[in-house]
């Protein structure tokens, strides 16, 4: 009898049922796919950027339970940046590293670099708020202000 909770028995044989390759039908949800090939941390963070509209599979806006199989797109906008990435293998478990970058090709934007990544005029926790004289020139320094 197969021990469901690990996983192990006649149904886990082979590198398949060690990858976490999904059944003969090839494909698996698009939040636990996110998930095995680490786009984001946890599944229910996949499945939080699903509901609030934030993945987006072949142009569609995708649910959690929304099936995705190989060739296709998934737009993801998480941490502050858009990954593109194209399935090449549908896994259903968590994967490590090394697999899970055999499993999509990665067709994104290169990431900010750390001086672009800065967020211009963040200021100190408890100065309150800005003085019309601060916010005239929080303007001027991102470039917005008005001709004086």
């Known amino acids: 009898m197969a021990d469901e909770a690990t996983g192990t028995g006649a149904g886990t044989t082979g590198a398949a049922g060690a990858a976490g390759t999904a059944g003969a039908a090839g494909s698996a949800r698009v939040d636990a796919w996110i998930w095995s090939v680490r786009l984001t941390k946890t599944r229910s963070v996949a499945a939080t950027a699903c509901r609030a509209g934030h993945v987006k599979v072949n142009g569609e806006r995708a649910k959690p339970a929304q099936v995705v199989r190989a060739g296709d797109e998934v737009r993801l906008f998480h941490a ?59 303007e001027s320094l991102r470039g917005g202000g008005r001709g004086r």
């Open 80 to 138: 502050g940046r858009e990954r593109i990435v194209v399935v090449k293998r549908p896994v259903t478990k968590r994967v490590g590293a090394p697999v899970a970058a055999e499993c999509f090709v990665d067709n994104s934007p290169p990431a900010p670099t750390r001086i672009e990544a800065e967020v211009v005029g963040v200021r100190d926790r408890g100065t309150g708020r800005p003085t019309k004289r601060d916010r005239r020139e929080i």
